[in-house]
Structures are given as C-alpha cells and as structure tokens.
C-alpha cells in the first residue's frame, strides 16, 4: 500500500480532465474527506490557475454578495464546495448562455447536485456530473488491474489470463481492509486514531452537513437510524421495520434516508429486472458508501471480525459485500461505458447481489462470498439469472476469498475479490 505523504494517483482526476475537453461545466461530487479538493487543485494546476474555496468564509460571504465577479473569466474556473452558495448557479448559467465551449467550470460538492431546492438547479441538462468515492484498494496499492472493464470487454480473455495468478489476501488481510475503508484521512492512521476519525466524520455529518440541507428536529433520531443502516448494509431495506427499530415513523426515516443518501453516507443499490411483476422484489439493497465507516457504527474492531462466532461472521459477511459493491461502483466510476447496477432478487430468494446491465442489453452478475471455495451450490443464483436473462447473460461471478480463478460452467466463473487490487 502507499505511504502516508506520498501523493496518491486518483483515476477519477485523469478522467476529468479529458472531459473537460467535451464538457462545459463539470460537477466532482461526493462525500466530504475523500479528496475532492485535492483533485479539484491538481486540475486547476494543469491550467495554471487558483481554486476559489467557498468553504471559506471570507471568499463565501464576499460571492453571496457578488457571484457573478467569481464566474466572469474567458479561462477555465474551478470552484471548490459551490452548495455553500447556491447563487453561484445562476451566476454559471448566465455565462452559459453566452457561450457552451466546453472547460467553463469545474466544481466540486459535498451534497448530491438533486439536494439542492428546484430554484437553485440552474445547470439541470448542462453539467456533467462525476462522483469521487473513498479511495479504492487499487488506488492505495498503485495499481490499476481494470477488473470490471477486463470482464466488460471480454470475460472468458480476463479468467484465463487470471488462472495463470495465485491471490495473495487473508482472511485477515480482507477483515483488516474493510475495517480501514477507504478515507483518505482514515487509511494511514492507527486502529485507534481511525476510530476517533470516523466518529468525528459521523458527529459532523449528522450535526452540520445535514442540517446545511433541512432542518433537521430529531437529530438522535437520525443517528440511531444511520446505525441502525449500519446493521442492515448488503441487506434489502425494508422501511416498515427501520423505522420502528428506532422509533420514528416511515415518512421521517424516508426522509432521513434520503439526506444521508444527499450527503452520500449511504446509497441504495435498486432491483434490477427487464419487469417488476411477477417473481422479482422491487426493494432495493441499503450499503453504508465507506466499509470502514460501517465497522466504526456497528462498534466492529478487526480483533471481533477474526472472531469464529455465529454472529461475527455472519457480519462479516455482509461488510464484505458492501466493501466489494464499493470497490465495483469505484471502478464503474473511472469508466467511459455507461452500464445500469443493482441487485436482483426474487420473492422465492433466488438472489445475486450485483448486477451490471449495459446499454445495448448484456447483463453480468456477481455473487460476493466470504468462503475461501466457491463450490457448486454458490452458483445457483448466478445460474438462475442466467436463466432469467438468456442470450443478453454474457457472464457471471463468484468474488470468494479464495486464491485461484477457474471456470465453472458455461459462462460461470469463480475470481478473488482481491483480484480487484492485486
């Protein structure tokens, strides 16, 4: 893994600036603490210009008093947290109708671009929207594998390229992964400091970021509903039983789901079907966005996840799904082709836990288990997708945390999840 102080190359940086070939306004977007800034000051490096920061409050108070001094330039602009002056849209949007030349504005933000109220979506159909995630282990370890574009462009070339190769990851060395997640502030620091880190990110996320949003009235409420998130990640999320869990009613943990979704502590992985009817579930899958977070709300330390107790493992489990499905959607992220995600399940519990679906139909299915073998019966749901899907299945997989990669039958293949980083 790379050092603390060693500069860290981000995908999503490189694939920005060659959008800015194409786009006019570009929106970095995600959480706060994963390195927008920095990517937002390595752009504006390579044209030779400043950030203007409206995180501070000098800068934000002077632009809420004049935005349109902030946007009048013929060269590119980048602007850092622009939610803290919404005005700054409107202000973007009248350069735009002078002129749609790609590489006007490059923003950044710490809220979802949706959030914001409908008077202030001046850019809706104008911007570009690319979202930073946590770091990726891939990123951490200097590598860049392209797993997921390897099995988009052909699957059976990437599993007999993988057999070749031997998985070097524990246990313990995938328990110890979820446990750091992927923070760029988080992943250098002891066990210790880490976990006072991500109580901090927690505390303000929950008391500050939130309420920049809506007001918020039950804020103890909202915190035992993100815990509470937490215990069901990788699980399909059923509101009727959050809700009562924590004593607060259906319409306001909708609500607060949809705000941790704005400040993306958490996402929803929605059901994936060609139809709604019949035997496939309409209820999609909750995930905490950063596995380490995870692990801090449920009070789960590496020493408990080694643990060979009933219920340990059956956490482990699900916080290797959602660390796995991050590492996915990290790597989706660095991608050109667009493709459809989420889950498919059925109401007799035939299963797969993430589907991909590109635009001209061709479906891939991924199974994610924590066995070190990946025998017959871990395929059943790949198989019934496959199925399901006919000729547009190009591929499914079992992610394990096994060595090898192999073959199991037509189209069904068994590839270590750390074939991801490694």
Same mark, same amino acid.
């Given at each position: 893994?790379?050092?603390?102080? &060693?500069?860290?190359?981000?995908?999503?940086?490189?694939?920005?600036?060659?959008?800015?070939?194409?786009?006019?306004?570009?929106?970095?977007?995600g959480p706060r603490s994963t390195g927008k800034s920095t990517a937002l000051r390595m752009l504006a490096a390579e044209f %030779?210009?400043?950030?203007?920061?409206?995180?501070?409050?000098?800068?934000?108070?002077?632009?809420?008093?004049?935005?349109?001094?902030?946007?009048?330039?013929?060269?590119?602009?980048?602007?850092?947290?622009?939610?803290?002056?919404?005005?700054?849209? #409107?202000?973007? %949007?009248?350069?735009?109708?002078?002129?749609?030349?790609?590489?006007?504005? &490059?923003?950044?933000?710490?809220?979802?671009?949706?959030?914001?109220?409908?008077?202030?979506?001046?850019?809706?159909?104008?911007?570009?929207?690319?979202q930073i995630f946590p770091f990726a282990q891939s990123e951490l370890e200097g590598v860049s594998p392209d797993i997921i574009?390897?099995?988009?462009?052909?699957?059976?070339?990437?599993?007999?390229?993988?057999?070749?190769?031997?998985?070097?990851?524990?246990?313990?060395?995938?328990?110890?992964?979820?446990?750091?997640?992927?923070?760029?502030?988080?992943?250098?620091?002891?066990?210790?400091?880490?976990?006072?880190?991500?109580?901090?990110?927690?505390?303000?996320?929950?008391?500050?970021?939130?309420?920049?949003?809506? %007001?918020?009235?039950?804020?103890?409420?909202?915190?035992?509903?993100?815990?509470?998130?937490?215990?069901?990640?990788?699980?399909?999320?059923?509101?009727?039983?959050?809700?009562?869990?924590?004593?607060?009613?259906?319409?306001?943990?909708?609500?607060?789901?949809?705000?941790?979704? #704005?400040?993306?502590?958490?996402?929803?992985?929605? &059901?994936?079907?060609?139809?709604l009817g019949g035997r496939v579930s309409a209820k999609p899958k909750i995930h905490i966005l950063d596995s380490g977070i995870?692990?801090?709300?449920?009070?789960?330390?590496?020493?408990?996840?080694?643990?060979?107790?009933?219920?340990?493992?059956?956490?482990?489990?699900?916080?290797?799904?959602?660390?796995?499905?991050?590492?996915?959607?990290?790597?989706?992220?660095?991608?050109?082709?667009? &493709?459809?995600?989420?889950?498919?399940?059925?109401?007799?519990?035939?299963?797969?836990?993430?589907?991909?679906?590109?635009?001209?139909?061709?479906?891939?299915?991924?199974?994610?288990?924590?066995?070190?073998?990946?025998?017959?019966?871990?395929?059943?749901?790949?198989?019934?997708?496959?199925?399901?899907?006919?000729?547009?299945?190009?591929?499914?997989?079992?992610?394990?945390?096994?060595?090898?990669?192999?073959?199991?039958?037509?189209?069904?293949?068994?590839?270590?999840?750390?074939?991801?980083?490694?």
């Open positions: 893994m790379a050092k603390t102080g &060693v500069p860290i190359s981000r995908r999503i940086t490189r694939l920005a600036q060659a959008r800015t070939n194409e786009e006019p306004v570009i929106l970095l977007e %030779k210009t400043a950030v203007i920061d409206l995180d501070n409050q000098i800068v934000r108070d002077d632009a809420f008093r004049d935005p349109g001094f902030y946007t009048a330039s013929d060269s590119t602009v980048f602007i850092d947290e622009y939610q803290r002056v919404p005005a700054i849209l #409107d202000a973007i %949007k009248t350069r735009m109708n002078i002129s749609s030349r790609p590489a006007q504005f &490059v923003l950044s933000g710490s809220t979802r671009h949706d959030a914001l109220a409908g008077s202030v979506q001046a850019l809706t159909g104008r911007i570009h929207r690319m574009s390897g099995i988009l462009a052909d699957a059976q070339a990437l599993i007999n390229k993988a057999k070749k190769m031997t998985a070097r990851e524990t246990r313990e060395g995938y328990i110890q992964r979820i446990v750091r997640g992927g923070f760029p502030l988080a992943v250098f620091r002891a066990a210790q400091a880490r976990s006072r880190w991500f109580d901090d990110y927690v505390r303000q996320t929950v008391e500050r970021d939130i309420p920049d949003i809506m %007001k918020i009235r039950n804020k103890r409420g909202l915190s035992a509903l993100l815990r509470k998130l937490a215990s069901q990640t990788a699980q399909i999320l059923t509101l009727e039983n959050v809700s009562s869990s924590v004593a607060i009613d259906i319409s306001t943990a909708r609500d607060y789901i949809q705000l941790l979704k #704005d400040v993306f502590m958490v996402y929803e992985l929605p &059901v994936w079907g060609r139809t995870a692990a801090r709300l449920l009070g789960l330390s590496a020493e408990k996840l080694y643990a060979r107790q009933p219920t340990a493992l059956t956490e482990f489990g699900h916080l290797l799904e959602t660390f796995t499905v991050s590492e996915i959607l990290k790597e989706l992220s660095w991608l050109d082709d667009a &493709v459809l995600s989420g889950h498919w399940h059925t109401r007799d519990n035939t299963e797969v836990d993430f589907v991909l679906e590109r635009l001209d139909g061709s479906v891939y299915g991924f199974e994610i288990k924590t066995a070190g073998r990946a025998s017959g019966d871990v395929f059943t749901g790949l198989a019934a997708l496959r199925k399901f899907a006919g000729s547009s299945f190009q591929a499914g997989f079992v992610l394990y945390t096994g060595p090898r990669a192999f073959q199991f039958d037509d189209r069904l293949y068994a590839l270590p999840i750390s074939a991801l980083w490694e």
